[in-house]
Nanobody, 121 residues
Framework: QVLLVESGGGSVQAGGDLRLSCAAS????????SAWFRQAPGKEREFIAA????????QYADSVKGRFTISRDNVKSTSYLQMSSLKPEDTALYFC??????????????WGQGTQVSVSS
């Protein structure tokens, strides 16, 4: 059974930092691309960042480019999303996902349950 567990969410003030983690089990993590999406209340799920299986292919949404950094540790079967200079509009439920290709579309094979990030002004 594939399981993705996000952690690291919380409440911060604008300008603060958070690092999200996504621990994967039940699959060979190094064979998969990994991505982060977010969803705010009343809005569609939004692509944030994705990283290929080797870590060399990386994509970011324009809204987070320069502020967020995606990375992965295949030995630990974990991906990370370092978020800096957070803004109130970054408030959302953040999901990690894994799939066979890097894409900005929410077409990944497996998804976590999400971790809440709240940014106050």
């Amino acid at each position: 059974q594939v399981l993705l567990v996000e952690s690291g969410g919380g409440s911060v003030q604008a300008g603060g930092d958070l690092r999200l983690s996504c621990a994967a089990s039940g699959l060979t993590f190094s064979n998969y691309a990994s991505a982060w999406f977010r969803q705010a209340p009343g809005k569609e799920r939004e692509f944030i960042a994705a990283i290929g299986w080797s870590g060399t292919l990386i994509q970011y949404a324009d809204s987070v480019k320069g502020r967020f950094t995606i990375s992965r540790d295949n030995v630990k079967s974990t991906s990370y999303l370092q978020m800096s200079s957070l803004k109130p509009e970054d408030t959302a439920l953040y999901f990690c996902a894994v799939g066979f290709i890097v894409t900005i579309k929410p077409e990944y094979n497996y998804w976590g349950q999400g971790t809440q990030v709240s940014v106050s002004s």
